[in-house]
């Protein structure tokens, strides 16, 4: 069984800062990728990064970037100067050989002007 | 690129009515996939197909809801007879294949309140 952990409901930050969103899960797979999701108040799920769990290199997009921690089974995302639009629920994944995605609680991140 | 297309929006029903939700997928995606998310959670999965036929329902809560994905495009979730419980948003989503790399694409969801 897989399992997602975020432990943080709530984070806040002010804009042009730095943020870090925790995530932890558990896993049975040897061969797994973890994904970050960002949902606005429109409801609709989009993709902020992915990490292949056989990489080692963390993954980067833009301002996006994780800190993959295979052995901690630790997957944390790290907005860097943050912007208003960056407010949104997110959600971190992962997904197995069968396409299936399980994802944690969410965490619920404000950005102060 | 067209994205997921879901309809309707909104709805709000009493309990025990029946309810169904659409979704059209991504062109060329044969994975699509049924989430249920309940206000503070996250989406849980409910089925799972590939073209037209089941890879997982194993989620599904069978003696009230029903999924069918016809001609391997569109589909259809129904919930009947609905429940208190079964308030949420009904997101859809759809990939190229069921593999872990491939990305899933997200609909704009249907919330669903049951009075």
């Known amino acids: 069984a897989q399992t997602v952990t975020q432990s943080q409901p709530e984070m806040s930050v002010q804009e042009a800062e730095t943020v870090t969103l925790s995530c932890t899960y558990d896993?049975?797979?040897?061969?797994?990728?973890l994904f970050w999701y960002k949902q606005p108040p429109s409801r609709q799920m989009i993709l902020v990064i992915r990490q292949e769990a056989y990489k080692q290199q963390n993954a980067t997009e833009n301002r996006f970037s994780v800190n993959f921690q295979k052995a901690a089974k630790s997957f944390s995302l790290k907005i860097s100067d943050s912007q208003l639009g960056d407010a949104a629920m997110y959600f971190c994944g992962v997904g197995n050989q069968g396409g299936k995605l399980i994802f944690g609680q969410g965490t619920e991140l404000s950005v102060k002007p | 690129e067209a994205g997921v297309a879901q309809s309707p929006r909104y709805k709000i029903i009493e309990k025990r009515q029946s309810v169904a939700f659409w979704c059209n997928p991504i062109s060329g995606h044969a994975t699509l996939y049924w989430y249920q998310q309940i206000l503070g959670q996250g989406p849980k999965l409910l089925i799972q197909?590939?073209?037209?036929?089941?890879?997982?329902d194993s989620q599904l809560p069978k003696d009230r809801f029903s999924a069918e994905r016809l001609k391997g495009v569109d589909s259809t979730l129904k919930i009947q007879p609905a429940k208190l419980e079964d308030s949420a948003v009904y997101l859809c989503?759809?990939?190229?294949?069921?593999?872990?790399?491939?990305?899933?694409?997200f609909g704009a969801g249907t919330r669903l309140s049951v009075l």
């Open positions: 896993t049975s797979e040897s061969d797994y990728y």
């Open positions: 989503a759809s990939s190229l294949e069921y593999v872990a790399e491939n990305i899933q694409y």
């Open positions: 197909f590939q073209n037209n036929g089941v890879v997982d």
